[in-house]
C-alpha cells in the first residue's frame, strides 16, 4: 500500500519494443489519475526514450544500452534504483535481467508477472494470462491492485510537441491517408502486392504517405512505385516517432499491421483500420481508438494464431492466414469521394 504522507515515487519497467513502451504510457495515465503529486519515472531501452519526449507527467527517463554495454548498463542502472529507495518499482517485462533489476531495487514495494523468472523474489506477483477481451492496457494496469489503487480503462498517450506538429503542417495541407505496411514480423505484414492494390483502390484525391522505419525505406519505396499512382510519398526513415504520431492524428484513415503503428494510432486516438495476419487481437494487443476496426481472413484457419509475436516466415509455407484477406475488407469504410 502507497501512502498519501509524501509524493510516493515510481518507477516503470518497459525496456521491449516500441508498441510495448507505447502501451506502458496507459499506466502513466492511470497513475497520474491516481496519485496526482506522484514523481513518475520510467525505464526503456536505448533508442526508444524519444517516444517519451515532451511527456507532462514525467520525471526521468532512464536509459538501459541493451544492445551495447549490456550488463555493465545494467549494474549502472541497479546503482542509481537503488540510491533512490523507490516506493514502488513496477516491472512490466518477463525477462530476467529486469526481474532481477526489480528484486535487487531496494524499493519498498515491487510488482511484476510470475512469468518473470525472479517474480518470486518480487513482493507481489501478478498472474500474466491473454483472455479475450483483455487488451495489453489491462494486463498492465493490474499492477496497481497489490499499491490499493483503482483504475479504469485508459487509452496510452504520446505527446508531440508544437515543433513536432510545424515540422508535419505542409503534409497535411490535403487530404491523406497513411499506411504501414512493414513490421519487424515477417507473418505480421500484409503482402506488399496487397498494399499495393490497396493503393489503387483509394479515391484519387487523397495524398498516400508510406511510414516506417529507415530500414522500410526500400519497401515503401517499392510499393509506391508499383502503384503506379500519382500522390503517394515515402516518408520512411524521414519523420521521428512523435511527427509520425502528429502525422497520423490528422489522417483520414490509418492502414497497420498489427505493430508499432497500430499503437502509435490508438495513443493519438486516430482513425485505424488494423490487419491482423498469423496474430489476433485475442492477444490483447488490438487497436483503442474510437474509429478503429480490426480485419482478418473470413478463413477458419487451424494453424491461426502461429504464435504470439509473429514469425520470419509461414510455418506452413503457404501465409493463407495473410493472402486471403481480401483488399475490400480494408476499404469497407466509406472514406470521402
Known sequence: MITDSNPPR????????????ILATALLEQLRRARPQAVLDVLVRKGNESLLANHPFLNEVLIWDKKGAKYGSLWALLKIIRARRYDAVLNLQRF?????????????????????????FFTHRITHKFMPGVHEVNRNAWMLKPLGLSYVRTRPRLYPSQADYDTVQPLQRQSYVCIAPTSVWFTKQYPAERWVELIQSLPRHLTVYLLGAPTDAAVCE???????????KNLAGTLTLLQSAALVEGAIMNYVN?????????????????VFCSTVPEFGFGPLANDAVVVQTPELLDCKPCGIHGRPACPLGHFRCAWTIPVEDLTERAIPL
Open 10 to 21: 515510481f518507477l516503470i519497467i518497459q525496456t521491449a519494443f516500441i508498441g510495448d513502451v
Open 96 to 120: 530476467g535481467a529486469t526481474g532481477l533489476l526489480t528484486a535487487l531495487s531496494n524499493a519498498s514495494v515491487t510488482v511484476g508477472f510470475d512469468k518473470n523468472p525472479f517474480s518470486r
Open 222 to 232: 517499392k510499393i509506391g512505385q508499383d502503384s503506379g499512382r500519382n500522390g503517394v
Open 258 to 274: 498489427d505493430s508499432a503503428p497500430l499503437h502509435l494510432c490508438s495513443a493519438m486516438n486516430a482513425p485505424t483500420t488494423a
